[in-house]
């Protein structure tokens, strides 16, 4: 990488996993600090913790076409204002609908197709897959970093102290868009026949269908597993960190040999299946195994290490499957699967926490994996031949 290059995949990264984290960072606490917040019921606390996932679906690709337009960095900074909009006004709030308002806000700010069009602005195409794996280890170790922060941060100042860290993060992240990232110059985004053949792919909609799958799963059990931590393993609100921390540092030993397998044998897509399946069988564990604390932490291990090895194959799977001319759109519908996933997730893990306490809510994750794994039997992971395998990866 030149240090132009270097500079931006610095800069993007930070930006894109600074936003990530005030997303995650309420995901291990919301449950149990929601009974703080004037009308708070369990759908309404699954509607909060999802909601961003609607306003992201909704507007990722009109942030796309917009960054086309007037440029990808007042985009980007406009997206982070509204972040920030959305972050004071939960914050600021004490009832329940007020937290609503403001997740929706907060995922208004659709900021990601606007990012990864501006990576691919400011690298060569053979420097782009490495600037999209940094973007992409910084949304990993977002995720990790929010479920031991999230616990500390409320524990300190409640939850309107986790909103205003958020409200912070964001306003970092717009400083270091102007201060730290070169400008670019667009390039074409793809156009509507390019999400046509997406669309027409089976290959790329199971992929689709499962990263949908994986993010309902993972928005319910945060539903239910801060409730888990606090009434079956009888460990206080503030104090979570210490499980999700030594939980998640163990699941990395168990991910790294799992996909490093299924990389260098090319046997993703059977390495797949077979993760997804056991995921089904974890969440049934946790719906069934509640009466014993040392089966709920084995299963909350064997959690973290499944959605791991999951979240970081699905991208590099849609990136073999599409046409590298169709890259972009292909990730465009396969983020805009992954908000929808969460906001369906929220809702319907609410219901059923509403409905059936935290049991309902693994069951719900164990049906949705089952079905996943049905249609992921027939993953294939063939590339492309009319075009080279190395080609760029997403515009916009």
Not at 13 to 34: D, E, H, K
Not at 188 to 212: E, Q, T
Request: charged fraction near 10%; hydrophobic fraction near 55%.
């Amino acid at each position: 990488m030149t240090a132009s290059e270097r500079r931006a995949a610095v800069g993007l990264a930070a930006i894109f996993g600074s936003r990530m984290l005030g997303l995650f960072i309420i995901l291990p606490i919301f449950a149990v600090y929601a009974d703080q917040l004037e009308g708070s019921t369990p759908l309404l606390v699954g509607l909060a913790l999802g909601a961003y996932g609607l306003t992201q679906a909704l507007l990722q690709i009109p942030f796309g076409l917009l960054s086309d337009r007037w440029g990808r960095r007042p985009v980007i900074a406009a997206g982070l204002l509204l972040f920030i909009l959305g972050s004071v006004v939960a914050a600021l709030s004490d009832h329940i609908y007020g937290v609503i308002l403001g997740r929706l806000l907060q995922g208004s700010g659709a900021i990601s197709a606007a990012v990864m069009a501006l990576a691919a602005d400011l690298t060569r195409d053979s420097q782009r897959s490495k600037i999209m794996a940094v973007i992409g280890i910084s949304v990993g170790g977002a995720f990790l970093l929010a479920l031991g922060l999230g616990p500390l941060v409320a524990g300190w100042s409640g939850l309107g102290g986790v909103f205003w860290t958020t409200a912070l993060l964001a306003t970092l992240a717009l400083v270091l868009l102007f201060v730290l990232v070169p400008r670019g110059q667009a390039v074409a985004a793809p156009d509507r026949a390019d999400f046509a053949v997406v669309l027409r792919s089976p290959d790329l909609l199971r992929l689709c269908g499962g990263i949908f799958m994986l993010h309902l799963i993972l928005t319910a059990g945060f539903v239910a597993l801060p409730v888990v931590l606090q009434d079956h393993l009888g460990v206080s609100r503030d104090q979570h960190w210490l499980v999700y921390l030594p939980v998640l540092l163990l699941s990395v030993p168990a991910m790294v040999p799992v996909i490093a397998y299924g990389e260098r044998r090319r046997q993703m897509h059977r390495v797949l299946p077979a993760v997804v399946l056991a995921l089904a069988l974890i969440e049934l564990v946790l719906a069934l195994g509640l009466a014993s604390k040392w089966l709920i932490v084995l299963a909350l291990w064997a959690y973290f290490s499944t959605f791991n090895i999951l979240e970081a194959s699905l991208p590099s799977l849609v990136s073999r499957v599409a046409p590298p001319q169709h890259k972009g759109a292909a990730l465009g519908v396969y983020s805009t699967a992954q908000f929808v996933g969460a906001f369906v997730g929220g809702l319907l893990g609410g219901g059923l926490h509403g409905q059936f306490g935290v049991s309902g809510v693994f069951l719900l994750g164990a049906a949705a994996a089952g079905i996943w794994f049905v249609f992921a039997m027939g993953q294939s992971v063939a590339v492309p031949q009319h075009a080279p395998a190395s080609s760029a990866l997403p515009k916009g």
